[in-house]
């Protein structure tokens, strides 16, 4: 193994796994994707693939989305429930754990995509606009614009649950 791979490992991992534990609210989901991703990685730059951030967060994305297309189609639901994956909307807190968290996962986990993307990736990730342009195959501006859209969904949201 690189000593380039690892370096990319160590960098990203926890990232890349709260962003898919946001999205599939499943621990060993998120584990299996981040470690796929990797995989993914290693055989990109195995073909002479570009490596760049946005790549990483690009595929751990759509690998959750195609999880959640599963699950919507097969009626996943029960059978993670029976091996103890909470996949209920309100699956949060990677980052914190207090109840105010809590509320804010849950009104994220509640957003359409992309925003509930952009958000993970930028206000817990802190990834840059340009890495989540890239990671979500959008135009600067509409990475500005959709984030801002994110952020007053949000904002209502928790308004609505605290008014």
Partial sequence: M???????????QHGLYALAYRMLGCQLEAEDVVQDTFIKLWQHKESGGKFEKA???K?????CLDIIRR???????QMAQAVGCNVSPSATDVVLNDEL???IGRAINQLDEPYQSLLVMREVNGLSYQVL???LDLSLSQTK????RARKQLKESLEKTYA
């Fill in 71 to 77: 699950r919507k189609l097969a009626n996943e639901y």
């Fill in 145 to 148: 614009v959709y984030l801002h």
């Fill in 101 to 103: 968290s809590g509320e």
């Fill in 2 to 12: 690189s000593i380039w791979y690892r370096l990319q490992v160590s960098q990203n």
């Fill in 55 to 57: 790549w990483l967060y």
């Fill in 133 to 135: 342009a890239d990671a």
């Fill in 59 to 63: 595929v751990t994305r759509n690998q």
